[in-house]
């Protein structure tokens, strides 16, 4: 059976510990202590000291693998949000954050410097309360995928009595389903106890490796440790890597810990039984020591998130780790997936009420399907369409169910989504046809990134569609003559430090001379409803009404399982034919000097109104039947509700978008 090892200590205050106990002569393994000696005289003597040698050095790895945690979500939670901060620490402390903008770009970048000051604070990545101040050097950052920085924490005390003086490098490189996290020290870094050195650690290189498909993470380090204690040095070499899966104890892997003598320990993770333990041989001698006693969940934890819970290995272990980017939660990009992490290959996911989505919180209730695919152990949701921006999602309950059959109903955190852009992507109508030019507008998008957009319009579908200006924030194209289907455009918007979002825009295909009636409604048009609908003659029926006693009205009507009218009027004393009808009021309450319009259906109409129309194309027949007709027309109900847009073609040529 598995157990967890709640943590309630830090990784520098095991150190503390371990460091005191090996003062005092500490031994392990039923060796009789023996005291240090008083002066280097080398070879440095490893008896008597195989259990605190094993504890901080592990430790070591643990608590500088820490560190890089703290540096990796301070980078990745506010690179592209306002990187001058402050604000509450978990328990009541605050901190304060300031950018060094070498490049003035607004944001956290190559060559820029960032500072944070802590008071009191408690941080999670640490496990224990922080004051002082770090400060990042950032030599490369991309976003969620690779850094390059030095850290150097002399000025930060940790539990009011420990200090790591000196500076770490840490290099992260992330592809889709690994990462690889490797920490050197720049220089060396001496281990503080209220003013007092206790160790030392230099030529340190750690490599945390991840594979998120296999839930499982690597550790290997090298280096040196001066031991105060001890009076000496003792360097570490690692045989095979620890490893094991995220949130468990390392279940294989090899370290040695040797003096410029011949003298070395052996530490070793156990597989299945005793894993929770590692063994520790000296010589002739060897015992086991507590995992949970020595590291505190840096080693074991996913993607610079520390195991709270660590567990003892077993093959049917199932739980879901955690969400890969803990950080994005709050700061969402609108195409991001959501990735989650399990502890062991994922058979079946499937939503536990109707479909994956993400359901907006607040109105107008968004609603995205999402699909699902399964890469082993990591699973990731990804929206369909893009998502709202500066908006509370929910992601759908689920079920989940690995190869060893363990179900679980799943719960994930809701999501913030991010407001840097925030796209408005419009077209003239949501139609086209052989010959049209439709125009496509992204310039009413909101820009809050203190930099300037790009933009690249690019065709999803297969129809050879070719923009007039690609990378403008408005083009145009013209339809190719063998487009007899839905096309399906995407603009991609980018700000100068790389995040994008895309948006997309659908144009249905409408047959040549056919008669129809479309609408494009915006949130919160009454009529409409938000909606963009298409009639056409092969689902219900049109009729055109033109009373020869009243030239100067036309009314289109469509039945269907709704029932549709447009009523279009001219002035009393004009006769209704092509042109621009500006300032319309409803029919047939119109002034009799002024346009009159009326555009209601499924029951719903409005009671005041303002617009506009303009006929294109109408012509009669010889018995005064309308023969053809082409007009576009707008209408706010109640004058202040947002424009509805609609058009009729009755056998015309007229394009649809111009």
């Not at 023996?34 to 592990?58: E, K």
Request: charged content about 20%; overall charge negative; hydrophobic content about 35%.
């Amino acid at each position: 059976m598995k157990y967890a090892s709640i943590n309630y200590k830090t990784p520098l205050f095991s150190l503390l510990t371990l460091s005191l106990i090996s003062a005092c002569g500490g031994g392990g393994g039923g060796s009789d202590p023996v005291t240090p000696p008083v002066q280097v005289t080398p070879p440095v003597s490893l008896a008597g000291y195989a259990d605190a040698a094993s504890g901080i050095s592990l430790s070591s790895v643990d608590s500088l693998v820490q560190i890089s945690f703290l540096a990796h979500n301070t980078l990745f939670t506010t690179a592209h949000i306002s990187a001058n901060r402050e604000g509450s620490c978990f328990n009541g402390g605050v901190y304060e954050q300031t950018l060094t903008d070498n490049d003035d770009n607004a944001v956290i970048s190559a060559g820029d410097q960032v500072t944070v000051t802590y008071r009191e604070c408690y941080s999670d990545n640490l496990n224990s309360v922080a004051e002082g101040t770090v400060r990042y050097d950032v030599t490369a950052l991309n976003e969620q995928s690779d850094y390059d920085i030095t850290i150097d924490a002399s000025s930060l005390t940790v539990d009011e009595s420990i200090n790591l003086v000196g500076s770490l490098r840490v290099n992260y490189q992330r592809e889709e389903t690994q990462s690889v996290m490797t920490v050197t020290t720049s220089t060396g870094i001496d281990v503080d106890i209220n003013g007092d050195t206790i160790i030392t650690l230099s030529n340190m290189e750690i490599v945390k490796r991840e594979d998120f498909a296999e839930a499982q993470y690597s550790v290997s380090v090298d280096g040196d440790i001066r031991d105060e204690a001890l009076d000496g040095t003792y360097s570490l070499s690692q045989v095979t890597p620890f490893s094991g899966y995220f949130d468990e104890f390392p279940n294989e892997g090899e370290m040695t810990i040797s003096t410029s003598g011949t003298e070395s320990i052996t530490v070793t993770a156990n597989f299945v039984e005793d894993s929770a333990l590692y063994d520790v041989e000296y010589k002739d001698d060897s015992f086991s020591l507590s995992w949970d006693s020595t590291i505190d969940g840096a080693i074991t934890g996913l993607n610079a998130q520390r195991s709270s819970y660590i567990y003892e290995f077993r093959s049917d272990n199932f739980d879901l780790v955690s969400v890969l980017d803990t950080n994005t939660l709050t700061n969402y990009g609108l195409n991001d997936s959501y990735q989650l992490v399990f502890s062991r290959p994922v058979e079946s996911f499937v939503a536990s009420y109707g479909e994956m989505a993400f359901q907006a919180e607040d109105w107008p209730f968004d609603k995205v399907l999402a699909s699902v695919e399964i890469n082993g152990a990591l699973v990731t949701i990804t929206p369909e369409e893009s998502l709202m921006a500066d908006t509370y999602y929910d992601v759908s309950s689920f079920i989940v169910t690995s190869f060893n059959q363990h179900n679980y109903d799943m719960y994930v955190p809701s999501v913030h989504t991010r407001d840097d852009i925030i796209p408005v992507v419009t077209s003239q109508t949501h139609l086209y046809r052989f010959n049209d030019t439709p125009t496509l507008s992204a310039e009413d998008t909101g820009n809050n990134t203190n930099g300037e957009l790009t933009y690249q319009w690019q065709e999803l579908s297969d129809s050879g569609v070719v923009f007039e200006t690609p990378n403008a924030a408005s083009t145009t194209f013209t339809v190719p003559e063998t487009a007899d289907s839905e096309l399906t455009i995407e603009v991609v918007i980018t700000s100068e430090y790389g995040y994008s979002v895309n948006e997309k825009v659908v144009l249905e295909y409408v047959d040549p001379f056919g008669t129809i009636l479309s609408f494009d409604s915006p949130e919160g048009d009454f009529v409409g409803g938000g909606e963009q609908r298409l009639f056409t003659e092969s689902e219900g029926v049109f009729t055109f009404i033109s009373p020869e006693d009243a030239p100067n009205y036309l009314s289109v009507d469509y039945q269907t399982d709704d029932w549709w009218t447009l009523d279009l009027a001219a002035p009393t004393d004009e006769v209704l034919g092509v042109g621009v009808y500006e300032g319309a009021t409803r029919w047939p309450f119109q002034s009799p000097t002024g346009p009159g319009l009326d555009f209601s259906g499924a029951s719903r109409g409005c009671n005041r109104l303002s617009g506009r129309f303009e006929i294109l194309e109408l012509s009669y027949d010889e018995s005064g039947n309308v023969e053809s007709l082409a007009v576009n027309f707008e209408q706010n109900c109640e004058e202040t509700m947002p424009t509805l847009k609609g058009l009729v073609r009755h056998n015309s040529s007229v394009p649809l978008n111009q």
